[in-house]
C-alpha cells in the first residue's frame, strides 16, 4: 500500500509546505488555505507528482504528429488524470523506457499559474 502524501499551503503564504504524511496533516494548523495529495508517481526526474501540478508532456517516438504541450494534473472519477485528452496518469504512462510519453513537472497552478 503506497504512502498518502499531501503538501498544504498556509494562509498569507504563496508556497507549499514539504510532503508531509496522513498523520501530520491530522495535527498541520488550522490556516490551511490550499491541500494537494501526491499522484504516487514521479516524473522523469523523479519528482513527486501532485494533484495541481503543470507538467510539460512530450512524445518521445517520432510519429506524424510529435506532441509538446502543457497539461494540468487533477482528480477526477477516482484517478489522477491529465487535462490532455482526460489522460489517466499511472505508472505505465510514467515508465519511459515504455511508454511514449516524457512528462516533466514544470510548476504548478497555485504557485505558477501564468505557465497555463
Do not use: C
Not at 19 to 28: H, S
Not at 45 to 57: H, Q
Not at 78 to 91: E, K, P
Amino acid at each position: 500500500m503506497r504512502e498518502i502524501r499531501f503538501k498544504i499551503m498556509l494562509e498569507g503564504n504563496t508556497r507549499f509546505t514539504l510532503p508531509i504524511d496522513w498523520y501530520d496533516l491530522q495535527v498541520a494548523p488550522k490556516n490551511i488555505k490550499e491541500i494537494i495529495q501526491s499522484s504516487g508517481l514521479k516524473d522523469k526526474n523523479g519528482i513527486e507528482i501532485f494533484e495541481g501540478d503543470i507538467v510539460s508532456l512530450k512524445s518521445q517516438f517520432e510519429t506524424d504528429d510529435q506532441i509538446d504541450t502543457k497539461a494540468t494534473v487533477n482528480f477526477s472519477d477516482g484517478s489522477f488524470r491529465l487535462d490532455f485528452h482526460a489522460m489517466i496518469l499511472n505508472r505505465a504512462v510514467l515508465e519511459y523506457t515504455k511508454s511514449n510519453w516524457l512528462i516533466e513537472v514544470i510548476g504548478n497552478i497555485y504557485e505558477n499559474p501564468r505557465i497555463t
